[in-house]
């Protein structure tokens, strides 16, 4: 069974549960409602736990229970993932071939991801389907997948789809643990919860079984001491609020100094680290003023001048070479022109009767 703890094990008195079992089952079996609920099912009868504190923390307790809660009809669906090559009609045929040969006997609805995300696309459909399961599985290849498909509301009605490994070699034996078990779900927003133990259509030891299962379990596994809880009651979805155990104000102060415990580790953490981090400083400061003054320390070595030499004639003629000839102005050229002109004019044409001319004048 679950080992416990003696500072978190509970005084849980087994003949007031069965007190409180024999008065439950005589209030449903008098009123006409639950005749109508006991051809059917049966009606869930719930553990309603109130605590001294409230959980920082969300967490979730998983409960095996000796007496399974859900019967072989087919009241649990698994979400699969698309298997290669194969279409969602025979997915379904391949997994459901797979449970059976394990040796699973609850009827299980087998819905792949893609099947999902287009049949179940609408709204309506996503109600129908939260309201005809009472339990959700999913492989636990698809588990992160899923919340965006699946929508808020089975988060609000506690029916998210709990994770299974579906290539695991104990298969049935963690199916069947968390098909026939339930779970808690202890929340950080008030200081009660509620968990479903038992359903109308058991017999009284098997409903005293189980609840004192429960409380076993959810002493050993709370986050928080096992001594949190103040009260516990047995109630059905239609009777009153049994009481089953009751705590006393010893346990409070109990709580109270395990609260100042973990506050103290946590500051004595925090100082051993703020002592970390400051030694880490130091030191860091301690190296950079060593080099700092170790670079003052150091006597600059004379290092001789480079005059620079003059550069070769060949780049100066290449560098020359490269300018551009500016162009003529158009006024320079038009003065060149007219004094050729003129000086043309000036000098006479040396002619044959020029020439002949000369020699008889002479």
Same mark, same amino acid.
């Given at each position: 069974?679950?080992? @416990?703890?003696?500072?978190?094990?509970?005084?849980?008195?087994?003949? *007031?549960?069965?007190?409180?079992? *024999?008065?439950?089952?005589?209030?449903?079996?008098?009123?006409?409602?639950?005749?109508?609920?006991? @051809?059917?099912?049966?009606?869930? +009868?719930?553990?309603?736990?109130?605590?001294?504190?409230?959980?920082?923390?969300?967490?979730?307790?998983?409960?095996?229970? !000796?007496?399974?809660?859900?019967?072989?009809?087919?009241?649990?669906?698994?979400?699969?993932?698309?298997?290669?090559?194969?279409?969602?009609? *025979?997915?379904?045929?391949?997994?459901?071939?797979?449970?059976?040969?394990?040796?699973?006997?609850?009827?299980? @609805?087998?819905?792949?991801?893609?099947?999902?995300?287009?049949?179940?696309?609408?709204?309506?459909?996503?109600?129908?389907?939260?309201?005809? &399961?009472?339990?959700?599985?999913?492989?636990?290849?698809?588990?992160?997948?899923? !919340?965006?498909?699946?929508?808020?509301? &089975?988060?609000?009605?506690?029916?998210?789809?709990?994770?299974?490994?579906?290539?695991?070699?104990?298969?049935?034996?963690?199916?069947?643990? $968390? +098909?026939?078990?339930?779970?808690?779900?202890?929340?950080?927003?008030?200081?009660?919860?509620?968990?479903?133990?038992?359903?109308?259509?058991?017999?009284?030891?098997?409903?005293?079984?189980?609840?004192?299962?429960?409380?076993?379990?959810?002493?050993?596994?709370?986050?928080?001491?096992?001594?949190?809880? %103040?009260?516990?009651?047995?109630?059905?979805?239609?009777?009153?609020?049994?009481?089953?155990?009751?705590?006393?104000?010893?346990?409070?102060?109990?709580?109270?100094?395990?609260?100042?415990?973990?506050?103290?580790?946590?500051?004595?953490?925090?100082?051993?680290?703020?002592?970390?981090?400051?030694?880490?400083?130091?030191?860091?400061?301690?190296?950079?003023?060593?080099?700092?003054?170790?670079?003052?320390?150091?006597?600059? *070595? $004379?290092?001789? +001048?480079?005059? !620079?030499?003059?550069? !070769?004639?060949?780049?100066?003629?290449?560098?020359?070479?490269?300018?551009?000839?500016?162009?003529?102005?158009?006024?320079?050229?038009?003065?060149?022109?007219?004094?050729?002109?003129?000086?043309?004019?000036?000098?006479?044409?040396?002619?044959?009767?020029?020439? %002949?001319?000369?020699?008889?004048?002479?």
């Amino acid at each position: 069974m679950f080992m @416990e703890s003696p500072r978190d094990e509970l005084d849980l008195d087994r003949s *007031q549960v069965t007190k409180a079992v *024999q008065a439950l089952q005589a209030c449903l079996k008098s009123s006409s409602l639950s005749q109508k609920l006991f @051809e059917n099912d049966g009606q869930a +009868i719930s553990l309603l736990l109130t605590q001294w504190k409230i959980p920082r923390k969300e967490q979730t307790i998983r409960i095996s229970l !000796p007496h399974g809660l859900r019967t072989e009809s087919g009241d649990v669906c698994l979400f699969t993932r698309d298997e290669p090559r194969m279409t969602s009609e *025979q997915t379904v045929r391949f997994y459901k071939k797979l449970l059976t040969e394990r040796g699973l006997k609850n009827a299980i @609805e087998v819905i792949p991801f893609n099947m999902l995300k287009t049949e179940y696309k609408p709204f309506e459909a996503k109600r129908r389907l939260l309201g005809n &399961f009472d339990l959700f599985l999913s492989d636990a290849r698809i588990r992160r997948r899923l !919340p965006s498909h699946i929508g808020k509301h &089975f988060y609000e009605r506690k029916k998210a789809p709990l994770s299974v490994d579906l290539e695991s070699k104990h298969l049935v034996r963690d199916m069947a643990r $968390l +098909i026939q078990g339930t779970s808690l779900t202890v929340s950080n927003k008030g200081s009660c919860c509620m968990v479903r133990v038992a359903h109308s259509g058991m017999t009284a030891d098997e409903m005293v079984e189980n609840v004192m299962t429960a409380v076993s379990t959810i002493s050993a596994k709370l986050a928080m001491t096992g001594k949190n809880i %103040k009260i516990i009651h047995l109630k059905s979805q239609t009777s009153v609020a049994l009481p089953i155990y009751t705590s006393d104000l010893s346990h409070l102060a109990v709580v109270e100094e395990a609260r100042k415990k973990a506050r103290s580790t946590k500051g004595a953490k925090k100082r051993k680290r703020e002592n970390k981090n400051r030694e880490v400083s130091d030191l860091k400061t301690k190296e950079t003023e060593e080099e700092k003054d170790s670079k003052e320390e150091e006597i600059p *070595q $004379l290092v001789p +001048i480079e005059m !620079p030499t003059k550069k !070769p004639k060949q780049e100066t003629i290449s560098k020359q070479g490269l300018k551009k000839v500016p162009k003529p102005a158009a006024g320079k050229g038009l003065k060149k022109t007219v004094k050729d002109t003129k000086l043309a004019k000036k000098t006479p044409k040396v002619t044959a009767r020029g020439l %002949k001319r000369k020699a008889k004048n002479k």
